[in-house]
């Protein structure tokens, strides 16, 4: 197929969902997922950077439908809600990376773009405590567990931040719990893991507040402490060596920096009893204050989600589109079709009524596609058997004189019927009806071809019935076509687009989509399906209106034709058959 319409965001994005085992649909202007369905606004593909955020946001969006237990209980708590996902975004971009190597390409791309727009990087030290925390794991996580190595940079930096505001023993036992990260395999490991590193907030927070209780000079502390200048988190020299550990990528966040402590702002803290060592370190009293703040965070003082941000400047182009490109670049959804028992009985008068005129053009199609696959002889160069009607061709240095036996011809196509059931169709149902059962029942004889039909609008304008989808008896489509009522308006685009979603999906060689129709569609519709039809074109698809006692407009089917009765299609249908199916 051309690229005209292969590299259409409603095709390949219904596409990767599909590969990757969710449903995607490309409408409205919202970027989101509910845990089923990832929804994508329509914006220009044509735009590499809108592209690129698109495939990234699918990507992230489709790994969290796959991996992710929305049902976990974070009990309230904002930190517990934030560090888990967090840690959660890494783990399943790790895991739909192994399984689709492409869509870690797409998503460091992603990253790529935010770190070169400034929307993602180290946080500077004047930043809150959430903030820097923040960042932090994501410049650092990003780089060492997904490899994007546009954070390469941005990661040594959040790692001088983090030194500046955290005490060595905060960021070794950090550290130490950030090697985990690698091995989750779901989401509660990962909210376990966030419960151990707020834990170990509380811990610190703890035990910075019991010192200062108890005072630093004349406690009931050890000696041993007291040397240490009575903080938990400075250790001698001797020991500092022994207790360093390694970050995710192996390279330690040490205590030394070569910043002096006027370099540290004092809002850090929030107090004015803040304290930096000559190393440049916060000091264990200016350490609980960061942690307190850690630990009360509220979502406003939590950064906008990565992804967030992504869904937010995708929405945005989406809103400043023009209507018609929005009015192309819509996947349709699937409503129910509710029948009853009037409906099969009904069913039953249908199918006597079209069976006759089927089985007729049901068989000079098959006679037609027969005669096209029959073995055929023809002359070449080498062979067995000369081929006494060619000798002449001796005196013409013409070396084609054996004749060989031709490999057989086989018939690889997709239809799908598209038909109009907007109100102006009500006094054409009863035809339009048996002309849909006709073309079922004649196109599924033939071998080779795979026939697919749907109905427009659905409940909504953006919705379609599913009439047939490949297996359902000529009964079961009877039934269905007989529930089906004339309603609303006409929007074309939705159902065209729909067919062609179906004929995409076939692995055929030739592909045909028949719009059956009484008239043009609504007004804000028509330039789209003029669009469209001609993508089609362009792509190897071919469109043809079949206007329901009418001639339906040449500027938006060029390929038409027109029936007043049910025996009309076995002529029209065959000339149509005979340039698009065999030759």
């Not at 054996?402 to 057989?408: D, P, T």
Request: glycine letters at 6%.
């Amino acid at each position: 197929m051309a690229p005209v319409l292969q590299r259409a965001l409603p095709i390949v994005g219904s596409a990767l969902g599909r590969k990757m085992g969710v449903r995607v649909e490309v409408a409205g202007n919202k970027a989101c997922t509910d845990g089923e369905c990832i929804w994508i606004p329509a914006f220009d593909l044509q735009r590499p950077e809108q592209e690129a955020l698109c495939w990234g946001f699918l990507c992230h969006e489709a790994a969290h439908v796959r991996y992710t237990d929305f049902n976990l209980d974070y009990k309230g708590s904002t930190l517990r809600h934030r560090l888990t996902n967090l840690l959660e975004d890494i783990r399943i971009e790790k895991a739909i990376s192994q399984e689709y190597p492409g869509a870690a390409f797409s998503l460091a791309e992603v990253v790529r773009q935010l770190v070169a727009k400034g929307r993602l990087g180290a946080p500077k030290k004047s930043d809150s405590p959430v903030k820097v925390l923040n960042d932090s794991l994501l410049a650092i996580l990003r780089l060492e567990v997904l490899g994007q190595k546009a954070l390469e940079q941005e990661s040594t930096k959040a790692r001088e931040v983090m030194k500046t505001c955290f005490s060595k023993q905060l960021l070794d036992s950090l550290n130490g719990l950030l090697k985990q990260v690698p091995g989750l395999k779901s989401t509660k490991e990962a909210l376990n893991l966030a419960e151990q590193i707020i834990a170990l907030f509380q811990n610190l927070s703890n035990d910075h507040s019991e010192n200062k209780d108890s005072g630093e000079i004349g406690s009931d502390k050890p000696e041993s402490s007291s040397e240490s200048q009575g903080t938990d988190s400075r250790q001698p020299e001797s020991q500092d060596q022994e207790d360093k550990t390694d970050s995710v990528s192996g390279a330690e966040l040490e205590s030394d920096s070569e910043e002096g402590g006027n370099d540290h702002p004092e809002n850090l803290s929030g107090s004015d009893n803040q304290i930096v060592s000559k190393n440049g370190d916060a000091s264990d009293k200016a350490e609980d204050p960061f942690l307190k703040q850690i630990l009360e965070s509220t979502d406003q003082d939590w950064p906008d989600d990565l992804f967030e941000t992504v869904a937010g400047e995708l929405e945005s182009w989406s809103c400043a589109q023009s209507s018609s490109l929005s009015a192309i670049t819509t996947t349709p959804g699937l409503d129910d079709v509710v029948t009853t028992d009037e409906d099969k009985r009904a069913a039953k008068v249908l199918l006597w009524k079209v069976q006759s005129e089927s089985a007729r053009l049901a068989a000079q199609l098959t006679g037609l596609v027969q005669a096209k696959i029959l073995t055929r002889d023809r002359t070449g160069k080498r062979g067995i058997r000369i081929e006494g009607k060619r000798l002449h061709r001796m005196a013409l240095d013409d070396g084609r004189l054996f004749k060989r036996r031709a490999e057989s011809i086989t018939v690889n196509a997709t239809v799908h019927i598209s038909l109009d059931i907007s109100s102006s169709m009500a006094p054409r149902m009863k035809l339009a009806r048996e002309a849909v059962l006709s073309l079922v029942f004649a196109l599924k004889q033939i071998n080779g071809v795979t026939v697919s039909a749907s109905a427009y609008p659905g409940t909504r304008d953006d919705r379609v019935f599913p009439i047939i989808t490949g297996k359902e008896s000529t009964q079961a489509v009877a039934v269905t076509l007989e529930a089906l009522d004339s309603h609303d308006s006409t929007p074309m685009t939705t159902g065209l687009w729909h067919a062609v979603h179906q004929v995409c999906q076939a692995e055929a060689e030739r592909r045909l989509i028949l719009m059956i129709t009484d008239g043009t569609p609504d007004i804000d519709h028509h330039d789209a399906v003029v669009n469209l039809v001609s993508r089609c074109q362009q792509s190897g698809i071919n469109v043809v209106g079949i206007g329901i006692n009418v001639l339906l407009d040449e500027n938006l089917f060029p390929k038409r034709l027109k029936i007043g009765h049910v025996g009309e299609l076995k002529t029209t249908l065959f000339d149509l058959a005979r340039h698009w199916l065999v030759d």
